[in-house]
Each structure stands twice: as structure tokens, then as C-alpha cells.
């Protein structure tokens, strides 16, 4: 009838907004997911998905197809992790989720060293420009970046990360130095639109407790941490980013940090993992592993 093959498929088909995001994730073409799902549903005899509307949404039967899929996989993932730990291994398969800059930067080499010590697990990293918009239950542990909004997961902070207004040498030159945050109306911004926060809304804090905020009218947006940065390594303007991201920029000189003594609200990185009870070990000894680099904080070493 049905394999662990087929139910896995069906909880990332069930996660996705689309027949085509679901075979982004699943790294197939849309159609290899179209013609699967028509397999699943013609071995069932019932419609999976509802595909009339312009969302793709779950029928009930997929609902609860979903629903028991989650519990058989979860239970599987455990008897893996009991055998495993019969031989004092640590095995099976980990989900983890994170920002794509981020993600590619230091989770990704942190998931390859993470397998070389436990070559038994296997893994599966997905990254998104909006992780907190995506279901949780999909993944193992997700890495998040900045406000947190509520969750039921238990979250483990990684590291500190301020978030920096700087600009390029070149643009200060042209247009001057911000010595105030109401200055910044004066001046182009650009903004990184993620984690469905107001972008556009800058609140600074000086050491002597004075407040600032500051409604920007951006002249350029996107949505990838990347691309913002270009710009305001080309001279585009006046960025807010991460530390993690732009600390190698500023000791180089490439971009300069702004308005000092004055600072933006800190955007931590932190993991989101199950309760101990439900985590499993392969998923325990990740977050130990992730612990060890946030504590190590590589985009600050350099400075040290």
C-alpha cells in the first residue's frame, strides 16, 4: 500500500504552498510531483489534494493522511534512534530549517562537520527567506533570526548578534555622515524585507537611554540579505544588517557603521527544537553541535 517513501513525499507536499514549491524542495520537477501524487491517489482511490482554487489545499482525506503520516514517520524516526542507540550510535534522518543567508554561510558547513563526526545521519537542509512563515512541525530544528513570535517549540539561544547601521565610504563622501537618526530622512535607504517584520521602521537606541525612530521610505527593498548588501557595498545607500553578515565588511573598511552610541534592537540566533522528551538524539547531539558554534561566533573571530 503505502511506504515510509511515500509518506515522507506526502508531508512535503503537505507543507508546501504549491505543486511547484513542493518539487523545489523535494529538488524534482513539477511534474515528476504531479505524476506521484497521481499515483498516491490512484493506489487510495480518494483526491489527496484540491487543486481548483489557485492554492493548493489538503482534502480532508489528505488532511488526515497528513495527520497519521506525521505520527508513523515520528515513530519510525524513534525506533531508528533506539536501535542506533543499542550500538551506541547516533543515526537516522535530520530536518533542519534556516535563513538562507545564514544557512548557506554557517549552518550548512556546520550540518557537513556535524557528519563526519555521525556518519550514520543523514540530512535534509532547507532555506527560506520567510523560515517562520513555514509550518514547524516539518523539521527537527529550525534557526531563526531576530523577533520570534510565539511558538510551542523550546528555543535555545546560539549567539548574540547586534544589528548594524552602516553604509560604503563611497556614499558617505557623496551624500555625508548621519549625525542623528532623524538625519537618516536625508538619506537613501535600503531595506531587507524577512521574518514578515516592519522593515521600514527603524528604532535605535542611544547609551543614554534616549529613543529614536525613524520611518524609512526605501529606495531600494529586497527580500535577500545578499543582494541589500551589494547594494550598499556599490554605494546605494544606508543598510541595517546583521553583524553576522557584515563584521568582515567592517574591519576591512568595505562599509562603515553608523550613528554611534547608538544602537538597533539585537537580532539573536537561536534554535527551536521539540521538548527534550520528544527530541531525538541525533537532534540532541545537532543542537550541541550548534551551541559549540554559536559560542565560537565565527564572524567575530577575526576581531579576537
Known sequence: MLSSDD???FLALASANSLTDAARKLDVTPSAVTQRLAGLERRLGIGLVDRSGRRMALTDEGELLAERARGICADLGGLADALASRRGQ???HLRVLAPLGFGQRYVAPAIARFRRQCPEV?????LSDRPGSLATHTWDVLIHIGELRDSALVMHRLAR????LCAAPAYLKRRGVPDHPEALHEHDCIALRENDEDVTLWR???DDGAMAT???DPVLACNDGGAARHWALAGMGVLVRSEWDVADLLRQGRLVELLPGWHLPDANIVALVASRKAR????EHFLQHLHELGGRAPWLQAAS
Open 161 to 164: 548578534n547586534r544589528r548594524v
Open 90 to 92: 547516533v543515526a537516522g
Open 204 to 206: 535605535l537606541r542611544h
Open 214 to 216: 525613524v520611518r524609512i
Open 122 to 126: 543523514t540530512a535534509t537542509l532547507t
Open 7 to 9: 509518506l515522507l513525499f
Open 280 to 283: 531525538s538524539a541525533r537532534t
